[in-house]
């Protein structure tokens, strides 16, 4: 009994203290965005990394997540007769919620693991160092970069991402389960609210600078040798998914009132 | 008049946790001297060297750079500090995702906003001193020899000129004919800018190539620290083990420390 206490109160603990970490950690990079000088060069870089090639991933994950959803909407709409309602769920499904989740998912998985090995890798091999001895800070040059362009690149992304899973939904509202095309994105319009879209980007703001959050804090504390950077990776990837999921919620109970 | 030294540590301790790395350093480099550090794996000569230039923070003691005293300084005054220095790393530790002559050229480009015709100029005015050909400028370093890679690194290290350089381990793994035009470059481009030059290396050879002086560090402390003709009559066991390479004496079965990782998020 009292060894599962201890380990209840070191498992506590360790929590805040990581917690507390990752707070100052995130507080000293996002004033290092607004400090000059600005790495316009390494925004522009990591710009291109999230937001262009993630598109590939996003516009696939999101085009099938709205087909889905059109098909089992419509089977569980139909036991009482409100098919009719089927492009309304899925606009509303993706922009709220299945968008921004889905996309922030994905790129946690694709840029996260990748802002971890990269920063995790010049850790190990001295290259943080070097960037010190030559007056550049780190923190600056490596993690405010990724911040800003994920904070910035995931609503777009999303955004994109929302109109692909729209269409996704039409192809099967329209051609497999035999909707008028006109009247389909008529109800795809009407209960289509300006807020339901923009606070879904909101949301993907959030998950954007959760992402490159753990990515450069895992990258940037890794451990020693290729085990370290290993762990850093997967620690980058699982937190930031976590932590969507939490921030999802949270994001969800201010804005949407629900 | 006594000339003031141009490095100056005096008592600097360091611990990581329960890891005293660093015991009471005491130790004086002369302007223009090349003092080489030697010691075992893990006897704390990289964290030693990381302090000289503020990558580590001792928890106590002096260090001063012509006379003045570097500790307990702000970050500006730190920045000011680091530009006196230049420094390469065991590894190279060039940036992978930039070619050569942003390697080169990163503080000058950085820091003086060169723009990008006369940093390449620069790079590979540089890196022919050093005997490589101009048209590395453009590759990357994962395209390079280990040898190659340790002549940008130390293109890196001297072409903005500095007063003091740093060399960790610049022969390690290299070849003893390239680690012998390593060890010919470090000393013409000392005698060029005029430097002073901290190294640390196991390299014998390479210890009696480029040292006016030597130190050893042994358990956290200087056991010995003199001129490199007399390393070999030095009169400690430990330095004699070392310096001829023997498998028994006093150092054989030696612990390594545990090599500390920076984790500083400013």
Known sequence: MHGFVQNIGRTALNFLAAFGRITLFSITAVRWIFTPPYYWQQLFRQIIDIGYFSLPVVGLTTLFSGMVLALQSYTGFARFSAEDTVATVVVLSVTRELGPVLAGLMVAGRIGASMAAEIGTMRVTDQIDALDTLSTRPMQYLVAPRLLAGTICLPFLVLVGDVIGVFGGYLVGVYRLGFNPSIYLARTLEYLEVSDVTLGLVKAAVFGFLIAL?????????????QGVGRATTNAVVSASILILIANYIVTTMFFGV | MAVTPKIELSGVTKSF????????????????ESLVIIGTSGCGKSVLMKCLNGLITPDQGSIKIDGQEILGQGRAALEDLRRRFGMTFQFGALFDSLPIWENVTFRLRHQQALDKKDARDIAAQTITQLGLAASVIDQYPAELSGGMQKRVALARAIVDKPEILLFDEPTSGLDPITGGVIDRLIIDARERLGATTVTISHDMASVRRIADKVAMVHHGVIIWAGPAEEMNESGVPEVHQFVHGLAEGPLTNEKPAASPAKMATS
């Open chain 1, 214 to 226: 753990m990515g450069c804090y895992h990258g940037y504390h890794s451990g020693r040798g290729a």
């Open chain 2, 17 to 32: 946790d329960a890891n005293h790395v660093l015991k009471g350093i005491n130790l004086t480099v002369a302007p223009q």
